[in-house]
């Protein structure tokens, strides 16, 4: 049972276009959701986060969307640079998970100079 | 800065062998968890603990037990190695509130053969 979704294993963008990654989620009870970046051979860093009670939080490039009614969410990144390539893990929490993340499958970005 | 540590980058076991990974965490962070991630899966929850000596089982435990004795200190452990373990393992810790970010160590990369 996947809770969370990222339905798009890969996606390739040019340098200094925009990133939109996605994320899908199931349960209605989640009310934080995160974005980690991953680069291989290290562990994933935290990047951004939004309340449910919020429809978007912005941190310099990094802006992420929540649509509840849709259950889905949105990492845009504007511009897109090189550094960015890693993979963007989803992840959501909710009070009565206690403190554990659930976390999509990643999505691996690509950034052509 | 905050600081997760792991015990080693790489790994190579055989089959049946009893393994040990460690972490540490310097930020007295009350929660911390051993992660597995694998390609397309995304990062699997194996266990975590929410206070020394305390442990609950996360999404796959099997063929794995963990050890926290003291607070900054949590072991995974593989009583026998099998090749289907063979995946990158990943340590966090977390201070336990909203959005409740956990922090990564850089994992390590098993290989079972």
């Known amino acids: 049972d996947q809770q969370v979704k990222q339905n798009s294993p890969s996606l390739s963008v040019q340098e200094g276009r925009i990133s939109i990654l996605n994320c899908d989620y199931t349960?209605?009870?989640?009310?934080?959701f995160l974005w980690y970046k991953k680069y291989p051979a290290e562990g994933p860093t935290f990047l951004i986060s939004i309340s449910s009670i919020k429809d978007k939080n912005e941190d310099g490039r990094f802006t992420v969307f929540l649509n509840k009614s849709a259950k889905h969410l949105s990492l845009h990144i504007v511009p897109s640079q090189p550094g960015d390539s890693a993979v963007y893990f989803c992840a959501a929490s909710f009070m009565e998970y206690g403190n554990k993340l659930v976390f999509g499958a990643g999505t691996i970005l690509r950034v052509k100079s | 800065d905050v600081k997760v540590t792991q015990s080693s980058r790489y790994l190579v076991k055989r089959t049946g062998e009893k393994v040990f990974l460690e972490c540490v965490q310097d930020m007295d962070h009350e929660n911390m968890f051993w992660y597995r991630q694998d390609p397309g899966l995304g990062l699997r929850l194996i266990y975590f603990s929410y206070d020394v000596k305390m442990k609950e089982k996360g999404d796959i435990p099997e063929g794995y037990s963990v050890s926290r004795e003291k607070k900054e200190r949590f072991s995974l452990i593989l009583e026998s190695a099998s090749t289907n373990q063979t995946s990158m393992y990943l340590c966090?810790?977390?201070?336990?509130?909203?959005?409740?970010?956990?922090?990564f160590g850089p994992g390590t990369r098993l290989t079972v053969t």
């Open positions: 966090a810790s977390s201070q336990g509130v909203p959005p409740y970010e956990q922090y």
């Open positions: 349960n209605s009870m989640f009310d934080y």
